[in-house]
């Protein structure tokens, strides 16, 4: 099974640009790569996916490298509103095996 | 708002008894998840539908739980003998027919209390 591991906690100050790196070495040829943002008491908000290369919206930017064994979800700018968890899912719409959200990335933003 | 609605938002119930949730996903989207979310960890996978067909459940689903989409639309999480175990977020989403990866859209969730 495709296994991610990122970072249990991160800290930032506002303003600043945060990079959450996910590792997933045993990724599929058809997998893609899945960032969610969750909220205490609120479902998971879905933020960008990609498959490789760079993928950009509005909210943020994800990086996968041409091996695609890690991805980087880069949030510009970030302020108190983006302390959040923030999960990396790795895998396929047919394939809920690898549908697994672990423990995710505490981010916290300070003023 | 055409996002993804669960009703009801919390629920309080006795050791025992049955419990029964309901999910509205967005319109058109032709998958539907039902998850569990306890503290401090991400949402556990429970069940899987496409259209009306349920295609997979966890290991997690135990015998009490039960998910139905009749018609393709709404759907229903059912949990007979509701056990202080059970005690947690339920949560739902939708993922459109041309998703390819876990494009997924989630509702408010269900709090479930059992005393």
């Known amino acids: 099974l495709a296994k991610t591991t990122q970072p249990i906690s991160m800290d930032s100050y506002e303003g600043q640009e945060v990079n959450i790196t996910c590792s997933h070495n045993?990724?599929?040829?058809?997998?893609?790569i899945t960032w969610y943002q969750q909220f205490p008491s609120q479902g998971p908000r879905f933020i960008i996916q990609?498959?490789?290369t760079k993928v950009t919206n509005e909210v943020a930017s994800l990086f996968i490298p041409a091996d695609r064994k890690s991805s980087t979800l880069s949030l510009p700018r970030v302020s108190l509103s983006d302390t959040a968890v923030y999960y990396c899912?790795?895998?396929?719409?047919?394939?809920?095996?690898?549908?697994?959200f672990g423990t995710g990335t505490r981010l916290q933003v300070f003023p | 708002d055409t996002g993804v609605s669960q009703d009801p938002r919390h629920k309080i119930t006795k050791r025992g008894q049955n419990v029964t949730f309901r999910c509205d996903p967005i319109?058109?989207?032709?998958?539907l998840y039902w998850y569990r979310q306890t503290l401090g960890q991400g949402p556990e996978f429970l069940t899987y539908?496409?259209?009306?067909?349920?295609?997979?459940k966890s290991r997690l689903l135990s015998d009490r739980f039960s998910a139905e989409r009749p018609k393709g639309s709404f759907s229903t999480l059912e949990i007979q003998r509701t056990e202080q175990g059970d005690s947690a977020m339920y949560l739902c989403?939708?993922?459109?027919?041309?998703?390819?990866?876990?494009?997924?859209?989630f509702g408010p969730g269900t709090r479930l209390t059992v005393t």
């Open positions: 045993n990724i599929a040829t058809n997998d893609y």
């Open positions: 319109s058109e989207h032709n998958r």
């Open positions: 899912l790795v895998g396929d719409v047919y394939n809920t095996d690898k549908l697994i």
């Open positions: 990609g498959y490789k």
């Open positions: 989403a939708s993922s459109p027919k041309e998703a390819s990866g876990y494009e997924q859209y």
């Open positions: 539908f496409q259209n009306e067909a349920q295609l997979e």
